[in-house]
């Protein structure tokens, strides 16, 4: 079977990175670009261009040599032959082994020949025997040339008879092959030394491509040595052809030559005992490509790793599928042995509609997902690719690029996702929006837009929106320019409705990234009625405020004046714009201020009124604390309302010395009362002593009327006693 040529792989090669080039590689730098990656490939099928000129060049040649040539694959069976070859062997040759050709002894020998060239053997010319087209033993000398796995060529000698016109005839075809090989060939005489050990080599012949190779005249190298010539060259190649020269076994290497800055493919052969012949062949060019055929390889498939991506490409008829990139890393498993292997891991949801290679044909591009089988996740694969079917419909080639995009896909929902939900809030958010272009020609309209000023898309298209908004032009034109200018903040405008009624309207406008405008815009109507209605509360609340004539203020939690009346100002000795906005606690005595904070933090915490009463400087105040909730009931605010009672605390200060003087009065005129009576009783008796009647009744009038006056007294103590209680009881001292 006839190996795929050297063009035919870059071509394909080309064809891959055509396809990766349709998209640029995400994360890929200059020097892994897809564009590299292309020139690398146009280097090389143009050096396999100039390779494939140059054999057929030398088929040519071989085309019209009376020696047979014969290429095999690494099974022995012919591909090609030349004429000479037909005519000796018979026809037809492709398809048939060589080795059917030999003699019963030959075919052995032709076996092994094989056998050394697949083993990466050389394989010196051997002499045997082949049946001709007649069945006529012809003795020939076989030389071959291809080791590895790829194709063998054959020539075929006939072994010359004692005929100098057919010796002189084969001499000038082998001269003219020896000048026309694309291989340099050098035939070295073995310099031995006096223990016949080889020491150095001397050149007899060298062909011209040999010559152009080492960079030297014919002249400048017969009959010299080695050593003489490239000293570099003899300590290069002396070990190599110290074994050749011993052991007569042929042997090849590849490596790089310092004296001639090249890498050579080199096969040594020992014709003859003293004769060495080497056959050069400078694959320098070759060995570059490789190189950076492996570099722009390593370079490919790390862009492809970066871009989460595989490349492959299957040949049904040798079963071979390759692939690079990290396959393991995008399907979760090592790669499979054909395409259609991947349904097996394609989510159930997907199946309907998605079909194998081997159904393809032609460009396909499919979307899908699997489920990974080392985790389970599922992931979105994208496959493009293309099926080459012969005319029976079998495949014959296919080619594909597959790529993970479950993050693109993740991300395009995402941000679908975002836009139906910008699209829900602008549908049903309770504001007016209107996205426009820089020359405020056309607008689109949201619905709250619509319901509040009546104007539809489709009047939004017309072009002529902004006229009909404004008719007048002057105020027309105040509105383009805020429109224009993008200042921040907001500006009341007055719009017409479709219906022609005016709305008063407030708008904020922004700029997009990609200049598209967008106003948000509120009806303030139904705000400014609330304005005027606040204005008027407001009015009304300051005036009853300024009427109290005891302290009013409204405080929040950090104890911030939010509102107050003249008489606040009054007592603290400021004025009302001083005060507002500022801190009670700052203007408040510290220890006043302290006790203050924490009353206030315990009406917040309670919602409960709070009272207290302050006595500082003279006064003394009797303070009542409020909480005014909000519409969840959380308190918000403390009202605080202070009343100046200093004037009433000292009317009952004095009410209350009073009602004790009084008190003492009372108990003083009941003791005054018994230390009256005891001395009457005492006169009272002395009266009765006494022997003048006259003076004694004078007496006893004067006692009784100092009795009654005592016992008036005693009436007025009770009664006092009596007022006390009745005082007492109804809290009236």
């Known amino acids: 079977m006839q190996e795929i040529s050297l063009d035919q792989q870059v071509q394909a090669v080309r064809q891959c990175i055509s396809e990766l080039t349709r998209e640029p590689l995400a994360g890929s730098g200059n020097s892994a670009s897809p564009g590299n990656l292309l020139c690398a490939a146009e280097s090389l099928a143009g050096a396999a261009a100039r390779a494939d000129e140059e054999r057929q060049q030398f088929r040519d040649l071989i085309g019209s040599s009376t020696d047979g040539f014969v290429v095999t694959d690494a099974d022995g069976r012919i591909v090609e032959a030349n004429a000479a070859a037909a005519s000796l062997l018979g026809e037809p040759l492709p398809g048939t082994f060589f080795a059917a050709y030999g003699s019963r002894d030959a075919q052995p020998e032709i076996a092994r020949m094989l056998a050394d060239l697949c083993a990466e053997k050389a394989c010196a010319p051997r002499e045997t025997t082949l049946r001709s087209r007649s069945g006529v033993p012809v003795p020939v000398t076989i030389t071959a040339a291809g080791r590895g796995a790829g194709e063998k060529r054959w020539l075929i000698q006939e072994r010359p008879r004692e005929n100098p016109a057919l010796l002189e005839r084969i001499g000038g075809i082998y001269r003219l092959l020896f000048d026309r090989m694309l291989e340099g060939i050098y035939v070295f005489a073995i310099v031995r030394d006096a223990d016949g050990r080889p020491v150095d080599y001397r050149y007899i012949d060298v062909n011209p491509e040999g010559l152009k190779l080492i960079g030297r005249r014919h002249e400048e190298v017969i009959g010299k040595s080695v050593s003489e010539v490239f000293p570099e060259m003899h300590k290069f190649l002396q070990n190599l052809f110290c074994r050749v020269a011993e052991t007569g076994e042929p042997e090849h290497v590849e490596q790089p030559s310092p004296a001639l800055f090249r890498h050579l493919d080199v096969t040594l052969y020992r014709p003859q005992r003293d004769l060495l012949a080497l056959l050069a062949y400078d694959i320098t060019d070759r060995k570059r490509m490789e190189e950076e055929l492996r570099i722009q390889q390593q370079r490919l498939e790390l862009a492809l790793s970066a871009a989460r991506m595989i490349v492959w490409d299957w040949n049904p008829t040798t079963g071979r599928l390759r692939i690079s990139g990290d396959f393991e890393e995008i399907y979760g498993r090592p790669p ?398």
């Not at 029976?392 to 941000?415: C, E, F, H, P, Y």
């Not at 105040?478 to 903040?489: E, T, V």
């Open 336 to 733: 499979f042995a054909r395409p259609g292997e991947r349904l097996a891991l394609v989510h159930p949801d997907d199946m309907n509609g998605l079909r194998s290679e081997e159904e393809q044909s032609g460009l396909y591009h499919t979307d899908y997902r699997i489920v990974r089988p080392d985790t389970g996740a599922v992931a979105w694969l994208e496959s493009r690719g293309e099926v080459q079917k012969d005319e029976a419909g079998n495949v014959t080639w296919a080619v594909g690029v597959t790529m993970d995009i479950t993050g693109q896909k993740q991300s395009r929902q995402a941000l679908e996702h975002q836009q139906e939900l910008l699209q829900g809030v602008i549908d049903t958010i309770p504001v007016m929006i209107a996205i426009y272009d820089p020359d405020l020609r056309f607008f689109r309209l949201n619905r709250e837009f619509q319901r509040v000023l009546g104007w539809s898309d489709e009047d939004g298209a017309r072009g002529d929106l902004m006229a009909r908004f404004f008719p007048d032009p002057d105020y027309r034109n105040i509105a383009d320019d805020y429109m224009r200018s993008l200042k921040p903040g907001w500006r009341d405008l007055l719009l017409v409705a479709k219906d022609g009624s005016v709305v008063e309207t407030a708008w904020a406008n922004i700029r997009l990234s990609d200049d598209t405008r967008v106003g948000i815009g509120i009806d303030i109507r139904e705000r400014k009625r609330a304005e005027a209605a606040l204005l008027e509360s407001e009015g009304r609340f300051r005036a009853l405020l300024n009427a109290s004539p005891n302290v009013v203020m409204l405080i929040d939690r950090a104890g911030t004046i939010l509102a107050l009346n003249e008489v606040v100002a009054e007592r603290f000795g400021r004025g009302l714009q001083e005060l507002m906005g500022r801190s009670i606690f700052e203007i408040l005595p510290p220890d006043v201020a302290a006790r203050r904070k924490a009353i206030i933090e315990e009406v917040f915490l309670t919602g409960r009124p709070v009272r207290c009463v302050d006595e500082r400087e003279g006064m003394v105040l009797y303070n009542s604390l409020f909480p005014v909730a909000d519409a969840e009931g959380n308190v918000v605010r403390v009202a605080v309302l202070s009343y100046d009672i200093t004037k009433q605390r000292r009317s009952e200060e004095m009410r209350h010395q009073a009602f004790t003087q009084i008190e003492q009065n009372i108990e003083q005129f009941a003791i005054l009362g018994d230390h009256i009576r005891l001395p009457l009783q005492v006169i009272l008796g002395t009266a009765d002593l006494l022997d003048d009647e006259q003076a004694s009744e004078r007496i006893r009038k004067q006692i009784w009327r100092i009795n009654d006056i005592v016992e008036q007294l005693d009436r007025g103590w009770v009664k006092s006693r009596e007022i006390r209680e009745f005082l007492r009881r109804h809290e009236l001292v």
